[in-house]
């Protein structure tokens, strides 16, 4: 059926690309791959389907986002194994996925149909005033492999809400699932060039897309790094630049936080797809009175945790990471940080496979280590200490990244002292799971700009247009 849609067609130009489920190395299937010329004619098409795109009612368009959305649910059965065996998820995130994408279809529908512009009081008997919102143009959506299909989810929908026509990339390494959600989206009636789709090397499918004259906006997830390059290539065309790039998140526990709940939070924030989440709780700060009982009933829910593919039946806790090189990543940051003096609470696993990373809880790791700096992007994290909410909140806002951050407490009035004072974009209270479609999602420093998700992310997309009317 073809990997590449170009122009309403499905095709495998260039060359082919096998995808492997990093549980065992086994091929679940493979991508055409192209390059320069394949972006280039994709970014063609969605210049050329733009203008009729634009004016299409937004009824009709809202029509066809729900007919996907009604897709993807049906197909989530079948697509989300395949989500689950290339990105090496547990059977039931897959799946979820794939259900949670659908959402974002549905409210950017529903979204579609309000009103979009304003009427200003005038100042003069024979003026009027008005603001109207158009779309902004083609987007470049690019996306990266630990949620595939959700994270372009939340870029497509508000933007093919808007009006936009859209050029997408997915990672190379789980290209499957998210193929197969835009082949939901073009069952569901979408026009020839709305939305295009191209599998590449990353900076070469990048740069062509942002070369292109059409392309307006260009939406991005992924490290801050990357983020950065994307930002200066976006400038040279005053593209404008979405970007949803690291986090740091840090998980405090105050005294008076409910430890049970507090644990079962921090299992979910710390260990949701093995712990490759840019929302996921990175370091957790817990109060000197009740650090060491929170720390052991850490412990030993992570000592219980099963290991293991995540397809296989009975479902285990936790699945392998997306490849070797980040299981290496996440030993050496544990590995560093105990031969510097850190402890680790937790027992020792027997790895089922190379790309399998030990779930892992430290303590008494130093502050200059990177366990406690970097974004750790696996099962492993430090719990660390603080006496006063002005010590918490120094702790959790010493990094230059400001994506999500959590805190369980009982007290109402802290609730808001703390909430206001994060700098981070996304506040979960005595709440692990704060992804929805109808809130804004992003960050702030060095964690992004723009906002996706709700009323905010369909403006993203959209450009104001100021209309002043002689009477």
Same mark, same amino acid.
């Given at each position: 059926?073809?990997?590449?849609?170009?122009?309403?067609?499905?095709? &495998?130009?260039?060359?082919?690309?096998?995808?492997?489920?990093?549980?065992?190395?086994?091929?679940?299937?493979?991508?055409?791959?192209?390059?320069?010329?394949?972006?280039?004619?994709?970014?063609?098409?969605?210049?050329?389907?733009?203008?009729?795109?634009?004016?299409?009612?937004?009824?009709?368009?809202?029509?066809? +986002?729900?007919?996907?959305?009604?897709?993807?649910?049906?197909?989530?059965?079948?697509?989300?194994?395949?989500?689950?065996?290339?990105?090496?998820?547990?059977?039931?995130?897959?799946?979820?996925?794939?259900?949670?994408?659908?959402?974002?279809?549905?409210?950017?529908?529903?979204?579609?149909?309000? !009103?979009?512009? =304003?009427?200003?009081?005038?100042?003069?008997?024979?003026?009027?005033?008005?603001? /109207?919102?158009?779309?902004?143009?083609?987007?470049?959506?690019?996306?990266?492999?630990?949620?595939?299909? =959700?994270?372009?989810?939340?870029?497509?929908?508000?933007?093919?809400?808007?009006?936009?026509?859209?050029?997408?990339?997915?990672? &190379?390494?789980?290209?499957?699932?998210?193929?197969?959600?835009?082949?939901?989206?073009?069952?569901?009636?979408?026009?020839?060039?709305?939305?295009?789709?191209?599998?590449?090397?990353?900076?070469?499918?990048?740069?062509?897309?942002?070369?292109?004259?059409?392309?307006?906006?260009?939406? $991005?997830?992924?490290?801050?790094?990357?983020?950065?390059?994307?930002?200066?290539?976006?400038?040279?065309?005053?593209?404008?630049?979405?970007?949803?790039?690291?986090?740091?998140? !840090?998980?405090?526990?105050?005294?008076?936080?409910?430890?049970?709940?507090?644990?079962?939070?921090?299992? +979910?924030?710390? $260990?949701?797809?093995?712990?490759?989440?840019? /929302?996921?709780?990175?370091?957790?700060?817990?109060?000197?009175?009740?650090?060491?009982?929170?720390?052991?009933?850490?412990?030993?829910?992570?000592?219980?945790?099963?290991?293991? &593919?995540?397809?296989?039946?009975?479902?285990?806790?936790?699945?392998?990471?997306?490849?070797?090189?980040?299981?290496?990543?996440?030993?050496?940051?544990?590995?560093?940080?105990?031969?510097?003096?850190?402890?680790?609470?937790?027992?020792?696993?027997? +790895?089922?496979?190379?790309?399998?990373?030990?779930?892992?809880?430290?303590?008494?790791?130093?502050?200059?280590?990177?366990?406690?700096?970097?974004?750790? $992007?696996? !099962?492993?994290?430090?719990?660390?200490? $603080?006496?006063?909410?002005?010590?918490?909140?120094?702790?959790?806002?010493?990094?230059?990244?400001?994506?999500?951050?959590?805190?369980?407490?009982?007290? #109402?009035?802290?609730?808001?002292?703390?909430?206001?004072?994060?700098?981070?974009?996304?506040?979960?209270?005595?709440?692990?799971?704060?992804?929805?479609?109808?809130?804004?999602?992003?960050?702030?420093? #060095?964690?992004?700009?723009?906002?996706?998700?709700?009323?905010?992310?369909?403006?993203?997309?959209?450009?104001?247009?100021?209309?002043?009317?002689?009477?």
């Amino acid at each position: 059926m073809g990997t590449t849609l170009i122009n309403g067609q499905w095709s &495998d130009p260039g060359g082919h690309r096998d995808v492997r489920n990093p549980a065992d190395g086994s091929v679940v299937g493979w991508v055409g791959y192209g390059g320069r010329a394949e972006a280039t004619a994709a970014a063609d098409a969605a210049a050329a389907a733009f203008p009729a795109w634009a004016d299409t009612p937004a009824r009709a368009r809202a029509d066809i +986002l729900s007919r996907a959305a009604d897709l993807i649910r049906d197909r989530a059965e079948q697509i989300g194994p395949l989500l689950a065996k290339e990105a090496g998820k547990r059977l039931p995130e897959g799946i979820g996925e794939l259900k949670f994408s659908a959402e974002y279809f549905q409210w950017f529908a529903e979204e579609a149909r309000r !009103p979009a512009g =304003s009427v200003h009081p005038n100042e003069a008997g024979d003026r009027r005033h008005l603001s /109207i919102r158009r779309p902004a143009g083609v987007v470049a959506s690019l996306t990266p492999w630990n949620f595939p299909c =959700s994270i372009q989810a939340r870029k497509l929908a508000p933007a093919l809400a808007a009006g936009c026509t859209v050029v997408a990339r997915v990672s &190379d390494k789980a290209p499957l699932a998210a193929t197969e959600m835009i082949r939901c989206l073009q069952d569901a009636g979408l026009p020839p060039g709305v939305l295009n789709l191209v599998h590449g090397p990353a900076a070469e499918v990048t740069d062509a897309y942002l070369a292109h004259p059409a392309v307006r906006v260009v939406s $991005f997830t992924g490290s801050t790094e990357v983020g950065r390059s994307i930002m200066a290539k976006a400038s040279e065309r005053v593209v404008r630049p979405l970007l949803e790039l690291g986090g740091n998140a !840090p998980f405090i526990v105050f005294e008076d936080a409910d430890l049970d709940a507090a644990v079962e939070g921090a299992m +979910l924030a710390k $260990f949701r797809n093995t712990g490759q989440s840019c /929302i996921g709780a990175n370091r957790f700060l817990v109060h000197a009175d009740v650090q060491q009982e929170f720390a052991g009933k850490l412990a030993a829910a992570v000592n219980a945790m099963s290991l293991g &593919d995540g397809t296989a039946d009975p479902v285990p806790d936790l699945g392998p990471c997306i490849d070797e090189a980040r299981v290496r990543a996440v030993r050496s940051l544990v590995d560093e940080a105990l031969a510097a003096g850190a402890k680790k609470i937790t027992k020792d696993f027997a +790895l089922p496979g190379a790309a399998f990373a030990e779930p892992a809880i430290l303590v008494d790791v130093p502050a200059h280590a990177g366990l406690a700096r970097e974004e750790v $992007f696996g !099962p492993a994290a430090g719990i660390f200490s $603080f006496r006063t909410e002005a010590e918490a909140l120094a702790l959790a806002n010493s990094t230059e990244m400001g994506l999500a951050a959590y805190f369980y407490t009982r007290d #109402q009035s802290r609730v808001w002292r703390i909430a206001e004072h994060l700098d981070n974009g996304i506040v979960g209270i005595n709440n692990a799971l704060p992804s929805v479609a109808f809130a804004p999602m992003g960050g702030t420093k #060095q964690s992004g700009l723009g906002r996706e998700g709700a009323a905010a992310g369909l403006e993203e997309f959209e450009e104001v247009r100021y209309l002043a009317l002689g009477v």
